[in-house]
Nanobody, 120 residues
Framework: QVQFLESGGGSVQAGGSLRLSCAASGRTFSSYAMGWFRQAPGKEREFVASINYSGVNTAYDDSVKGRFTISRGAAKNMVYLQMNRLKPEDTAVYYC?????????????WGQGTQVTVSS
């Protein structure tokens, strides 16, 4: 069973930055992609960013391109999301996830989430 420990969420004013971290266990993460999804109140969960097993290939939703950066640690079970120039519409619960590829449809396990709140 895959388990996740997410951290780094919090409250920030628009234009500010946060860095999310996720430590995962229960899978050979050197063979899997990792990513971040988010869910705002009243909305469906949506893809944010993903990174392949080696850390070379990444994918981003258009809404965060140029503002968010996903990366993996040397220990392949760690994934980070650096979020800059945050906007109120980025407010959501952010979930760490893992899957076979960086394609958003390939993710099959998600963490419990960490809250990010951006005030205007």
């Amino acid at each position: 069973q895959v388990q996740f420990l997410e951290s780094g969420g919090g409250s920030v004013q628009a234009g500010g930055s946060l860095r999310l971290s996720c430590a995962a266990s229960g899978r050979t993460f050197s063979s899997y992609a990792m990513g971040w999804f988010r869910q705002a109140p009243g909305k469906e969960r949506e893809f944010v960013a993903s990174i392949n097993y080696s850390g070379v290939n990444t994918a981003y939703d258009d809404s965060v391109k140029g503002r968010f950066t996903i990366s993996r640690g040397a220990a392949k079970n760690m994934v980070y999301l650096q979020m800059n120039r945050l906007k109120p519409e980025d407010t959501a619960v952010y979930y760490c996830a893992t899957g076979a590829t960086i394609a958003r449809g390939s993710f099959d396990s998600w963490g419990q989430g960490t809250q990010v709140t951006v005030s205007s």
